[in-house]
């Protein structure tokens, strides 16, 4: 049943991707490069931070042990970084901050990607097991900080892009 309603999901998904107009043209006769505005180049944190928030409230998984209201992704565009924030529970081990951050990291790679057509998002294997987390990080830096109520460090990393993370991608699965 499961494995139906994610095929129905991504038949969706592929409907209104197909219907989205990928490369626009553009009529660059009457550019006046003093009055045209640069064209954004890189991610819209806030939008990346809402959407993988709505991800992780739409699945099943329970991560009971995440503090509500301190799960935070924010970053810069100059330099290329992404910063992953959470304050677990008193008791969380180092395994479950980690089943957590597999999920994050594929899910920031799917929005990235919907974000700009230019970053791949994660693949999976042909037993539906991640194997990557998108090609975002081949381009920018990863902070992920995760610690516990009394300040303990579960997982403070500084990815450089490119990078191999230290995180299973298919230590979640869908």
Known sequence: MKKRIYIILCFIMLILVSCVEKNPRRNYSNFNPLTAAPEFDGLDFLSLHNDVLTAIMSEKTPFFYIKQ????????????????????LNGTVVEEADLFLSMVLNFIGYVAAEQDGKYLPPTMDNSN?????????????????????NGKVLVKKHIKAGDKIPIEPGYWKE
């Open 69 to 88: 209201d301190s799960f935070d992704i924010s970053g810069s565009n100059d330099p290329k970084v992404i910063v992953v924030k959470a304050v677990c």
């Open 129 to 149: 097991t991640y194997i990557d987390f998108g090609t975002v990080f081949t381009e920018y830096d990863l902070d992920l900080d995760i610690t516990d109520d």
